[in-house]
T-cell receptor, first 110, second 114 residues
């Protein structure tokens, strides 16, 4: 069975500071990893996926299979980045089931 | 199309009653998912449909839970003989067949069992 762990429930930074949201996973096969975000009063939405290796809204995430991690990083946080962030995993054997972590609330102070 | 819609948005029911939730996915999406989210946790997968076929079910989905997608469009999730532990946010999501990871979520139905 797969599992996703986000060790920080809350993370606070000041505007312009770097931010890193941690995500660790356990899965014996080859997973796909994603970050989903939920802004205040909005729906949960996909932020980025590891395969695309894109930078979305300044965020990047690298899959480290050795450390089984998929941390989300941004060099200069903005106030509009304040949101709930969920790391999610899709097992290679699954049609589309996502396994989510518990989420991290990011607050960026002015 | 305004995205995935769910009805009702809130439901309060007494223990032992049956409840049914509806989800209308984005029209061109052939995949539909149900998740449950309790306070302080991420969404937990319940079940998944491709068109009208239910292809995957979580062990969380006890025999009191049933989901249908009769015409491959909207879906319903029914909970029979509700228990207080069923209190949660029930989320529906949909996706295109070739992008199952890009799931578009609805606003959720918040169920409170008293």
């Amino acid at each position: 069975a797969q599992r996703v762990t986000q060790p920080e429930k809350l993370l606070s930074v000041f505007k312009g500071a770097p931010v890193e949201l941690k995500c660790n996973y356990s899965y014996s096969g080859s997973p796909e990893l994603f970050w989903y975000v939920q802004y205040s009063r909005q729906r949960l939405q996909l932020l980025l996926r590891h395969i695309s290796r894109e930078s979305i809204k300044g965020f990047t995430a690298d899959l480290n299979k050795g450390e089984t991690s998929f941390h989300l990083k941004k060099p200069f946080a903005q106030e509009e980045d304040s949101a709930m962030y969920y790391c999610a995993l899709r097992a290679g054997t699954s049609y589309g089931k996502l396994t989510f972590g518990q989420g991290t609330i990011l607050t960026v102070h002015p | 199309d305004t995205g995935v819609s769910q009805d009702p948005r809130h439901k309060i029911t007494k223990r032992g009653q049956n409840v049914t939730f509806r989800c209308d996915p984005i029209s061109e999406h052939n995949r539909l998912y149900w998740y449950r989210q309790t306070l302080g946790q991420g969404p937990e997968f319940l079940t998944y449909f491709q068109n009208e076929a239910q292809l995957e079910k979580s062990r969380l989905l006890s025999d009191r839970f049933s989901a249908e997608r009769p015409k491959g469009s909207f879906s319903t999730l029914e909970i029979q003989r509700t228990e207080q532990g069923d209190s949660a946010m029930y989320l529906c999501a949909s996706s295109l067949g070739d992008r199952p990871y890009e799931q578009y979520f609805g606003p959720g139905t918040r169920l409170t069992v008293t």
